[in-house]
């Protein structure tokens, strides 16, 4: 069985540049979460997809983070534009559903530094 | 809100056990613990629900007490593989997977 996908596996940008990070989830999972993991730190969730629908955004600093998650499958996380702060490794992760008894599968990782 | 795990790192030797803790302030309703080597994705190890439930999987096992808002992982005889950073996510609304990562315990197995 395939695992979550994430594309790129590192990018450097400059401050006030905008990035976008790719990540397909594993086949038949309709839970999809985005993280953001400071070097040193546990995992922060940023975003909650269930299906194509917003689950839950409350950690998403909105005025510069979106995701999208069409067709309920693939989803992009875009930073727009970017700060120092900014720099970590973005993980996506997915389960089969989004029950506290459900185990999430994490990809690798985007490891994003902001220069 | 963030749990809190302790210790922060911890050194064994081959075949020695471990406990990790990991305390919260607010009501949990379930614990995930995962491992995360270096540069790799976390791996999920288990999931513990709110009943104080014990789980165990081969030489690695977790408690839950929900009173005491906290919950233990056991490595017993540890082996060169278990080295890595454990992270428990706490569940702190009932029925969902949102889960608040502790800052992780950094564990490392020499031979």
């Known amino acids: 069985e395939a695992g979550v996908a994430q594309s790129p596996r590192y990018k450097i940008i400059e401050k006030r540049q905008s990035v976008a990070f790719w990540c397909n989830p594993i086949s038949g999972h309709a839970t999809l979460y985005w993280y953001q993991q400071i070097l040193g730190q546990g995992p922060k969730l940023l975003i909650q997809?269930?299906?194509?629908?917003?689950?839950?955004d409350s950690q998403l600093p909105k005025d510069r983070f979106s995701a999208e998650r069409l067709k309920g499958v693939d989803s992009t996380l875009k930073i727009q534009p970017a700060k120092l702060e900014d720099s970590a490794v973005y993980l996506c992760?997915?389960?089969?559903?989004?029950?506290?008894?459900?185990?999430?599968?994490f990809g690798q990782g985007t490891r994003l530094t902001v220069v | 809100q963030q749990p809190v795990q302790s210790p922060q790192a911890v050194i064994l030797r081959e075949g020695e056990d471990a406990v990790i803790n990991c305390s919260s302030s607010?009501?949990?309703?379930?614990v995930h613990w995962y491992r995360q080597k270096h540069g790799e994705a976390p791996v999920f190890l288990m999931i513990l629900l709110k009943g104080g439930e014990q789980k165990g999987h081969e030489k690695i096992s977790a408690s839950f007490n929900e009173k005491k808002q906290q919950s233990s992982l056991y490595l017993t005889a540890s082996q060169l593989s278990y080295s890595g950073t454990y992270f428990c996510g706490t569940g702190i609304i009932q029925g969902a997977q949102k889960l608040v990562f502790g800052q992780g315990t950094r564990l490392t197995i020499n031979p």
């Open positions: 992760a997915s389960s089969f559903s989004q029950g506290a008894n459900t185990e999430a599968f």
């Open positions: 997809f269930q299906n194509n629908g917003v689950v839950d």
């Open positions: 607010k009501a949990l309703y379930s």
